[in-house]
């Protein structure tokens, strides 16, 4: 087994036991659950999946900013710094935990909303509805990625905060300045049940986001080379 892998388990294992790993399972399948028990029309469960689902983006954050910054405090990734494991393996392996974690969630929530869609007389293109969620996946794994690179940099509860205020500032931003909406992977997802194609849009916001995950993940690694474990 790979040393990210090795790290990755024993993220899930730490996630487990101290019941985060059911936090973010539940802000994201809450979501679905949500769209399927309050019924809609199609444009109108598909708002309310892309709240949800920035919501639960920001949970996933602010999170993984407090799981990492817990351990690297607690002197637990030091522990497993000495014993041959590279930060930026270790950061890899929290960043595959936590995304790992996240997707499922993410899959079953556009799955529990395309359930609740299909049973109206309008019902969106799978494939729109497929290219919307993948592009709000790369928008929670640059959430994620940003978790991580507050948590290398700040203690839990300041990263944690410092994580979901982040999120919340680029999703006004993305809101407010004109233009700016339709590079946000959740802005796409609430206009799945719309005549016009997405597609195009999707593929950008997905895009956008994937850079930025890149980029974040970078600053992290660089972040936790200097950090203090």
């Known amino acids: 087994m790979s040393q990210a892998g090795l790290v990755a ?23 679905g659950a949500l769209v399927v028990l309050v019924p809609a029309s199609p444009g109108t469960m598909f ?29 637990r990734a030091g522990w497993l710094v000495t014993r041959s494991v590279a930060r930026a393996t270790y950061v890899l392996g929290w960043f595959g935990a936590l995304v790992t974690i996240s997707f499922v969630g993410l899959a079953a929530a556009g799955f529990l909303a395309w359930m609740a869609a299909a049973g109206g007389f309008v019902r969106p293109d799978p494939a729109e509805l497929v290219a919307a969620i993948a ?7 640059a959430a994620i990625a940003f978790g991580l690179l507050a948590a290398a940099l700040a203690r839990p509860l300041t990263a944690a905060i410092v ?65 203090e474990l």
Request: hydrophobic share 70%; charged share 10%.
């Open 47 to 75: 708002e309310r999946a892309a709240i949800g689902l920035g919501v639960a983006t920001i949970v996933a954050a602010a999170v993984t900013a407090w799981s990492v910054a817990h351990e690297r405090v607690s002197g």
């Open 135 to 141: 592009a709000v996946a790369a928008g929670v794994a």
């Open 9 to 31: 388990r024993l993220a899930w294992r730490e996630l487990w036991i101290t019941f985060r790993m059911l936090i973010v399972l539940a802000a994201f399948v809450g979501v």
């Open 163 to 227: 994580a979901g205020l982040g999120c919340l500032v680029v999703a006004a931003a993305g809101l407010t300045i004109p233009g700016a909406a339709t590079l946000l992977p959740w802005a796409v997802l609430a206009d799945v049940a719309a005549p016009d194609s997405l597609l195009g849009a999707a593929m950008i916001s997905a895009g956008v986001a994937l850079f930025a995950c890149a980029v974040l993940l970078s600053l992290a690694r660089v972040a936790i080379e200097r950090a």
